[in-house]
């Protein structure tokens, strides 16, 4: 199986960059599909984006597009997510997320392996 282990999390301005980063465990992790989903407090974990195993394909969700951008690093065991131009309503815990079988666009119920999650605090 895969260990997910998620770092780079903080408090920034509206406005500002900042990039989380995931890395796991095993030499099995270029064969996974990874990605990022968030929760905020009292909402329902949300997907964020999606990258392919091969890191040629990537998928976001509408609130993200043009602003976040995944990427993988195989040699490195390492899934990122830079986040630019960041919103108050982007503040949640993000979770790096891996399944082996599956497509970019799976409900976050059928990731089979999951981070503890890291906090990404946006002030205005």
């Known amino acids: 199986q895969v260990q997910l282990v998620e770092s780079g999390g903080g408090l920034v301005q509206a406005g500002d960059s900042l990039s989380v980063s995931c890395a796991a465990s095993?030499?099995?992790?270029?064969?996974?599909?990874m990605g990022w989903f968030r929760q905020a407090p009292g909402k329902e974990r949300e997907f964020v984006a999606a990258?392919?195993?091969?890191?040629?394909?990537?998928y976001y969700a509408d609130s993200v597009k043009g602003r976040f951008s995944i990427s993988r690093d195989n040699a490195k065991n390492t899934v990122y997510l830079q986040m630019n131009s960041l919103k108050p309503g982007d503040t949640a815990v993000y979770y790096c997320?891996?399944?082996?079988?599956?497509?970019?666009?799976?409900?976050?119920?059928?990731?089979?392996?999951w981070g503890q999650g890291t906090q990404v605090t946006v002030s205005s």
């Open positions: 990258i392919n195993w091969g890191g040629t394909d990537t």
């Open positions: 095993g030499r099995t992790f270029i064969a996974y599909t």
């Open positions: 997320a891996a399944e082996q079988y599956g497509s970019l666009r799976m409900n976050s119920g059928n990731w089979r392996y």
